[in-house]
């Protein structure tokens, strides 16, 4: 029998997803892998049902890259449940190659950013007023060396091969506390929180030049850690009753690479609520639709 808590982690066949995916599982939630391959996501599951035998799983299809995809994937949740306690926005892509989604966005901007947005205005309305319902996203370090180009943010003219990567986790980071400040003013008592996993070797790297590939790979074990601990930050602020609307979780350790989970710290364009309220209105732009801040 499915438990009456529901969570959605996206990106929940790989990596950091799938531990977060266990980790819910095992708090006692029907978990959703919300996922672009069906393949991948029932391999997924298969694995997740051995390793959590009273687990209750579930794959939805969603490609974040595509906004059709999203509300295509949304309109079923909906067909398919009455409500939603936590959305884990996990998925994640980086890309050095310059790559664009088929609608011609910025690939990671587009997969990480504007598809999680659209993905949370689509359901936001499903999660209960209380604060045990939690929207979770996932930021990196990396949106340290990040900024919202207004003026360029395809990043036509990247100044490194991973500015548009950066871009799209400070994205991330402001949208998770904007939408924390947008729920408050709305009276609503669902809180939103970011956090990032430190390092992990997962599928995220593969885009990499080569020589960087290999010495993350060789690096990687000594200064990062697994993808189980990866999934940690994630799992606490979807789980824990401690946290408040508007945390940012992360590890403790070295570089904030690995270590117990704990407050974790922002850049100073992480913490300018001017930049987020304009990303907030220029990603509303470019999906074309309002975000639905209402209960139902
Ligand atoms: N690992 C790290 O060191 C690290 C550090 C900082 C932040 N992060 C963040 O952690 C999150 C998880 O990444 P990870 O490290 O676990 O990487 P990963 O192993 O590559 O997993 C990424 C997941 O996102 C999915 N995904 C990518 N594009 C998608 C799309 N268009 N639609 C739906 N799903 C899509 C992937 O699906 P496919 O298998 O189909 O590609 C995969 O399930 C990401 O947000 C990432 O930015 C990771």
Redo the contacts with the bound molecule.
């Keep these: 029998m499915a438990s009456n808590k529901t969570a959605v982690v996206?990106?929940?066949?790989?990596?950091?997803?799938f531990e977060t995916a266990l980790g819910m599982a095992r708090a006692g939630y029907h978990t959703v892998l919300?996922?672009?391959?069906a393949e991948?996501a029932e391999a997924a599951m298969a694995a997740m049902q051995k390793k959590v035998r009273k687990g209750t799983f579930e794959i939805l299809i969603?490609?974040?890259?595509?906004f059709e995809s999203i509300r295509k994937a949304a309109s079923e949740f909906r067909q398919r449940h009455d409500h939603l306690d936590v959305l884990i926005n996990?998925?994640?892509?980086?890309d050095y190659g310059g790559r664009t989604a088929a609608n011609g966005y910025e690939v990671q901007f587009m997969?990480?950013h504007l598809?999680h947005m659209l993905l949370t205005s689509l359901l936001l309305d499903m999660m209960p007023d209380t604060p045990q319902s939690r929207i979770v996203s996932?930021?990196?370090?990396?949106h340290k060396n990040g900024a919202i180009r207004f003026d360029d943010i395809h990043c036509t003219k990247p100044d490194k091969p991973d500015t548009a990567y950066c871009q799209s986790?400070l994205a991330?980071l402001l949208f998770g506390d904007e939408l924390d400040r947008r729920l408050k003013a709305a009276g609503r008592k669902l809180v939103s929180l970011s956090v990032?996993?430190?390092?992990?070797?997962?599928?995220?790297?593969t885009d990499m030049p080569r020589a960087q590939y290999y010495t993350l790979k060789i690096l990687g074990p000594f200064i990062?850690h697994s993808?189980k601990s990866?999934a940690q930050p994630a799992l606490h602020a979807a789980l824990s009753g401690t946290v408040k609307g508007g945390d940012y979780y992360g590890p403790q350790g070295l570089m904030e690479l690995r270590g117990k989970v704990g407050e974790a710290k922002r850049a100073p364009q992480a913490q300018d609520a001017d930049t987020a309220a304009r990303l907030w209105t220029l990603s509303e732009e470019m999906i074309g639709e309002p975000f639905r801040l209402s209960a139902r």
């Design positions: 996206t990106g929940a066949n790989n990596g950091i997803g919300a996922c672009r391959s991948k969603v490609d974040l890259g595509d996990n998925a994640g892509v980086l997969t990480n598809g996932l930021s990196s370090v990396a986790k991330c990032h996993p430190g390092g992990s070797d997962s599928g995220l790297f990062t993808n990866a």
